[in-house]
C-alpha cells in the first residue's frame, strides 16, 4: 500500500521562502503569480496493512513526526 | 557538580561547550552519547548547536527521538537544568520542552555574526548572575531562528516572564533593526514555566574567552553553575 502525504505551513504563518520565490517568477515575468506557498511531499509504502490500518497510522505518523502542528498541517491519501 | 554535553550525530558546537565549561569555569564535565538513555549522574544537560541528523525533515525533528532525549525529558521535567543552544534550542521546541517553533530567517541567510542581547529577566537558573536589561554581545550562527509562536502562546510566556533574551541594539533598545532572523518580538530565548529549561539561539559558549572577541556568554554558565550550587550539588 501506498501513502501519499503533504505537509505545508499553516495559512496564518509567513512563508518566506515561499516569498521568494514568488518574487523570483515576478522578476522573470510571471506578473499573474500573486502567492507562493511551499510544501513538503512525502511518499510511503506500507506492508501490508488494512485501509483503515493505514489510515489510522498515517494520520499518526503525520501529527507525530512529519509535521510540526505548531507550524504546519497534513492533508494525505492512500493509493493501492 | 556535573555538567553533561550532549552529543548527536551532526552537533559541532559540543566541543565548544565543554572547552567553556571544563576549561573555562573548571567544572566537571563528561559527554552524553545521544544512544544511551543513562546521563551519568549529571546536575545540567547542555544541548549543544550544530545539525543533529543533517537538520533532515526539519530543524531537531529527528534528535527528539533519540535514546538520550528520552531520558533528557524525563530529567527535565523532574526539574533538571537543560540548556539548549542554537540546534540544542530548536530540539526543545520539537520535543514540546519549550512552545513554539523555528521557520527559516526572515532574510532566508545563514546569518553568523555577534548581535547583543537584552536579559529580560534574572529570574531563571541561567540568568541569576546577571543584571535585569543588562546587554550581552554574543554570537548568532543559523538559518532557522526566526521563533514562532500562536498570539496566546506570546501572551502566556510575556505573563509568566519566560522570555529571557531579546535581541537588541548594542545600549539595549528592543528594534526591528536589531532582530537579525524575523523573531517574533525579538525573541532570542526562552525558558519553561518551571524556569529550568532554557532555549537560546546566540551561543555563550562561543563567547567565554577574550581571545574569542567577547566573554558576555560567561554569564549564563556562571548562572548555571551558581543555581547548581545554591540547590547544593557538590
Redesign the interface.
Known amino acids: 500500500m501506498k501513502a501519499h502525504i503533504w505537509v505545508t505551513l499553516k495559512p496564518t504563518?509567513?512563508d518566506?521562502?515561499g516569498q521568494?520565490i514568488q518574487h523570483a517568477l515576478v522578476s522573470l515575468g510571471y506578473n499573474n503569480v500573486r502567492d507562493v506557498r511551499q510544501g513538503k511531499f512525502f511518499v510511503l509504502e506500507l506492508n501490508g496493512t488494512s485501509r483503515e490500518e493505514a489510515q489510522k497510522q498515517i494520520e499518526r505518523i503525520a501529527r507525530d513526526?512529519?509535521a510540526?502542528p505548531?507550524?504546519e498541517e497534513f492533508r494525505y491519501e492512500i493509493l493501492e | 557538580m556535573k555538567f553533561g554535553v550532549v552529543v548527536f550525530p551532526g552537533s559541532n558546537c559540543d566541543h565548544d561547550a565543554y572547552h567553556a565549561i571544563g576549561e573555562v569555569l573548571g567544572q566537571p564535565v563528561t559527554w552524553l552519547w545521544h544512544a544511551s538513555e543513562d546521563l551519568q549522574g549529571v546536575d545540567a544537560v547542555i544541548l549543544p548547536g550544530g545539525f543533529s541528523y543533517g537538520d533532515y525533515l526539519r530543524t531537531g525533528a529527528i534528535a527528539r527521538f533519540s535514546p538520550v532525549m528520552r531520558a533528557v525529558e524525563r530529567f527535565a521535567r523532574a526539574g533538571g537544568l537543560v540548556l539548549g543552544i542554537c540546534n540544542g534550542f530548536q530540539i526543545l521546541l520539537e520535543a514540546g520542552l519549550l512552545p513554539g517553533a523555528m521557520l527559516r530567517n526572515a532574510g532566508l541567510r545563514f546569518v553568523c555574526r555577534p548581535v547583543y542581547l537584552r536579559v529580560e529577566t534574572t529570574n531563571t537558573p541561567f540568568t541569576l548572575a546577571a543584571h535585569p536589561g543588562q546587554v550581552l554581545r554574543v554570537p548568532i550562527a543559523h538559518s532557522e531562528g526566526n521563533y514562532y509562536c500562536d498570539a496566546e502562546t506570546l501572551r502566556r510566556l510575556e505573563r509568566e516572564d519566560r522570555i529571557v533574551f531579546r535581541y537588541a541594539t548594542a545600549d539595549g533598545r528592543v528594534t526591528p533593526e536589531a532582530n537579525p532572523n524575523g523573531s517574533l518580538a525579538n525573541i532570542a530565548g526562552i525558558c519553561s514555566e518551571g524556569r529550568n529549561v532554557l532555549g537560546m539561539m546566540p551561543h555563550p559558549e562561543r563567547a567565554v574567552e577574550p581571545a574569542l572577541g567577547s566573554s558576555d556568554g560567561l554569564v549564563v554558565l556562571r548562572s548555571m553553575v551558581a543555581a547548581l550550587a545554591r540547590a547544593g550539588a557538590a
Open positions: 504563518v509567513l518566506p521562502q521568494t513526526v512529519l510540526n505548531v507550524l
